[in-house]
T-cell receptor, first 113, second 113 residues
Framework: DVKVTQSSRYLVKRTGEKVFLECVQD?????MFWYRQDPGLGLRLIYF???????EKGDIPEGYSVSREKKERFSLILESASTNQTSMYLC????????????FGPGTRLTVL | AQSVTQPDIHITVSEGASLELRCNYS??????LFWYVQSPGQGLQLLLK????DTLVQGIKGFEAEFKRSQSSFNLRKPSVHWSDAAEYFC???????????WGAGTKLIIKP
């Protein structure tokens, strides 16, 4: 059974803290994504990676960074969390053709106080 | 720029009734089109996709969608909904040049008993 796991389902952090969100996939996929999901806005792409140590900015990269040291793991980092980063964060992975399915993790609901 | 519009934020349907969720896109060439479903507390799951060929696409869980180029639409249908279909549904479009998708804002489906 294919699986994308995220390190936490719920996370509460304080303004200014450094936050790490981790995502692991067991499908040997080359491509991994971090999205932010907000009501009424759908999914917005923060960063994606098409290979180890490679990363590309998405639509809303400001305030975020990523790390991909191993193929199966893609981390999202909030260098200094702010209240406007309170959101649902979704990780996804895909392989092969551009029309292939993206497989999603269950999401991390982050609250920044 | 590409865009995806899901005009209905919420839709309420009685159990056993038919369903149609609307999706309109803005893109010059033939897009890659997707419908995903997000059940409460879950990540997104692919329902169906279109990238070429027959414009009527069958998906999982009894869903289908029809690509209409003249109307720039890719509406999702189901002849008879079940209470388990209550979820949020997202339409997404890609241009085939990379793995990035543009997402609609989502439609929340509520099932009346």
């Amino acid at each position: 059974d294919v699986k994308v796991t995220q390190s936490s389902r719920y996370l509460v952090k304080r303004t200014g803290e450094k936050v790490f969100l981790e995502c692991v996939q067991d499908m040997d996929h080359e491509n991994m994504f971090w999205y932010r999901q907000d009501p009424g806005l759908g999914l917005r792409l923060i960063y994606f990676s098409y290979d180890v140590k490679m990363k590309e900015k998405g639509d809303i990269p400001e305030g975020y960074s990523v790390s991909r040291e191993k193929k199966e793991r893609f981390s999202l980092i909030l260098e200094s969390a702010s209240t406007n980063q309170t959101s649902m964060y979704l990780c996804a992975s895909t392989s092969g053709q551009v029309y292939n399915e993206q497989f999603f993790g269950p999401g991390t609901r982050l609250t920044v106080l | 720029a590409q865009s995806v519009t899901q005009p209905d934020i919420h839709i309420t349907v009685s159990e056993g009734a038919s369903l149609e969720l609307r999706c309109n896109y803005s893109y010059g060439a033939t897009p890659y089109l997707f419908w995903y479903v997000q059940s409460p507390g879950q990540g997104l799951q692919l329902l169906l996709k279109y990238f070429s060929g027959d414009t009527l696409v069958q998906g999982i869980k009894g869903f289908e969608a029809e690509f209409k180029r003249s109307q720039s639409s890719f509406n999702l249908r189901k002849p008879s909904v079940h209470w388990s279909d209550a979820a949020e549904y997202f339409c997404a479009v890609g241009d085939g040049s990379n793995y990035q998708l543009i997402w609609g804002a989502g439609t929340k489906l509520i099932i009346k008993p």
